[in-house]
């Protein structure tokens, strides 16, 4: 594993829907290069410690999109390959949705709508600390229907929470459909500036634009909390799973398996092999 | 018993244009029959589940006949304060439809699954709560619940494990139905959804005892349950739910009023799931399974 090349992280993720035969596939491909880049260049953890009290926070609010983020935990040492093998077998401590008791997960976070809140706890208790953690909280655009989004970003914006940066998976589905078509969004840069937030929207699978975002807005100190649109696509990496929301909670056969790790076995070519930092 | 639920909500949407189904982006295979024949009868609220109940509650209020559907972890644990001043406060007709109570959803974590749904909703006044343990009893069920005479819920739990009864349920609203004939009347066995097959296993395993079971929570026929437990030492009643609060709770509650057996309480006792696996392995995690409780059974005769 290389510094959380997308590519593998996919490869990981894929091991374990097939070996827990589990779902939620897409959700987790959408949001691996953003995990790929805090991993790799943001989120701090002094001396590579997952309960370090000076810890930089990631947030995952999707508790769902959790596959992605044990494939990050795995690379940084704190899973094993048995917990990657045996993903789902009775008696094992991985369950489907992100849950707090995992080490690095922050949040349990399978029901939607609470994890934002959380985080925004977290950055405000940095803040009363005087310390500069940041915290990153990934969320979905269809947990953006949830109120209590809205209640925590109005929160963050009221308490100046320049260190709390919302990273918004905007992959344009939910369980049932299309976000557009259930309960839309609309613009939601707009949306977040007009609660006060920096917000810039990127493409969500480009780790150099990413980054860049993630830099210029940790560079503006001025009491504004922040949020990336991250444009993304459900299914990313490979192809027949791609804007296919039946991804959402498709099983994996042998076949289909076999067919997704082989696109997976080189770097996508959409992000050049250069950005890896090697 | 799914696809009774299913028939049912769409025969009854059928017969009458005012029923409306709504759901939080859940129910992806469930309502695909419903949503071809009557799309215009189906809201998909989105994931937000609050708004989701005061926006039935309104449609109840202009003639509408709403049928809600969540898991029961989301309807009604996260709308609990809608479902009591939006719906409750008013007698409004809603229906709620509480899926994969219990631990049903195994290796989702405790966030998806719902032990104390009973408990919470019997403090409301007004509702009815409804826990059917197959086809029969969700038939019995949805014909009280879509009266539309007054609010409902109706909780489904691990729907897959067969049915118990035979014909259709023909008691009163509120009776328990006897599901096992004993000759030996030390103990009597109470349970609800997915417990009564167990219970029924126990009372022929451990013994040869009485099982009951208890389709209608609230509300429930209190003299019956007075007589059975005069006529018996030990009311053992079975939850896939937590002791704090649900039948076991209720049943104690009557038992001790009038005297009789002595009533113990099986179910979730008051933790969370641990680990992840198959639902079995919860329900062994849990001291659910046919083995822990017979070894229970031993240590109380």
Redo the contacts between chains.
């Keep these: 594993m290389n510094n959380f090349a997308p590519h593998e992280l996919r490869q990981t993720v894929l091991k374990m829907a097939y070996s827990g035969s589990t779902v939620h596939i897409g959700c987790a491909f959408s949001i691996i290069e953003i995990m790929s880049v805090l991993y790799r260049n943001h989120v701090c953890y002094p001396d590579n410690n997952p309960d370090a009290s000076a810890r930089d926070y990631l947030v995952l609010s999707k508790g769902h999109g959790v596959m992605a983020q044990y494939a990050c935990l795995y690379e940084k040492g704190w899973l094993t390959t048995f917990d990657i093998e045996n993903y789902f077998k009775d008696g094992s401590k991985l369950k489907g949705l992100s849950d707090a008791h995992v080490i690095g997960c922050e949040v349990t976070s399978g029901s939607l709508g609470h994890g934002l809140s959380v985080g925004v706890g977290m950055a405000l208790a940095a803040k009363l600390n005087q310390s500069d953690q940041y915290c990153y909280a990934i969320v979905g655009d269809g947990e953006m229907n949830e109120g209590t989004m809205w209640e925590a970003l109005l929160f963050a914006q009221q308490q100046s929470l320049d260190n709390l940066i919302v990273i918004v998976d905007e992959n344009g589905f939910q369980a049932m459909g299309k976000t557009c078509e259930v309960l839309g969004l609309g613009n939601l840069k707009e949306k977040f500036s007009a609660f006060g937030f920096d917000a810039l929207a990127v493409d969500g699978h480009s780790e150099t634009a990413l980054d860049n975002a993630l830099i210029e807005l940790k560079n503006k100190k001025n009491g504004s909390p922040k949020a990336i649109i991250a444009k993304t696509v459900k299914g990313k990496g490979v192809s027949f799973m791609e804007h296919k929301n039946e991804w959402h909670y498709t099983r994996l056969t042998q076949s289909t398996f076999a067919l997704a790790m082989a696109e997976l076995a080189t770097p996508a070519s959409s992000t050049s092999a250069s950005e890896h930092a090697q | 018993m799914r696809t009774v639920f299913a028939n049912s909500i769409l025969a009854a949407a059928q017969a009458d244009k005012k029923v409306l189904l709504l759901?939080g982006?859940?129910?992806?295979a469930l309502f695909d029959e419903f949503r071809k024949v009557l799309p215009e009868q189906f809201i998909?609220?989105?994931?937000?589940e609050?708004?989701m109940v005061g926006v039935a509650a309104g449609l109840a209020k202009a003639g509408y006949k709403p049928i809600v559907y969540g898991l029961s972890?989301?309807v009604p644990i996260?709308v609990l304060e809608q479902i009591k001043m939006d719906v409750c406060y008013e007698n409004l007709p809603v229906v709620f439809m509480g899926d994969g109570a219990g631990v049903v959803y195994s290796?989702?974590?405790?966030?998806?699954q719902s032990t104390e749904d009973i408990a919470v909703l019997r403090c409301i006044p007004n509702i009815s709560i409804l826990s059917p343990c197959d086809a029969q009893e969700m038939q019995y069920a949805m014909d009280q619940a879509l009266r539309f005479a007054s609010p409902h819920y109706v909780r489904m739990g691990k729907s897959d494990i067969g049915n118990v009864h035979t014909d259709s349920i023909a008691v009163p609203v509120g009776d328990l139905v006897n599901v096992r004939v004993g000759k030996d009347t030390k103990i009597t066995f109470v349970a609800t959804g997915s417990m009564v097959k167990t219970a029924m296993t126990l009372a022929g395993t451990a013994g040869d005892f009485s099982a009951w079971s208890v389709p209608s929570i609230k509300p429930i026929n209190k003299v019956q349950i007075t007589n059975l437990a005069q006529a018996t030492d030990m009311m053992i009643v079975l939850e896939e739910h937590t002791i704090a609060g649900g039948l076991g709770s209720l049943v104690a509650e009557i038992v001790c009023e009038t005297g009789g057996a002595k009533v113990i309480r099986l179910g979730v006792q008051d933790r969370f799931s641990q680990?992840?696996?198959?639902y079995e392995?919860l329900i062994k995690e849990h001291q659910l399974d046919i083995a822990s409780l017979l070894a229970k059974i031993e240590t109380l005769q």
């Excluded at chain 2, 998909?44 to 937000?48: F, H, T």
Aim: hydrophobic fraction near 25%; charged fraction near 10%.
């Design positions: 759901t982006d859940h129910g992806y998909n609220a989105g994931i937000a609050q708004n972890a989301f996260r290796s989702l974590g405790s966030s998806h680990k992840c696996g198959s392995y």
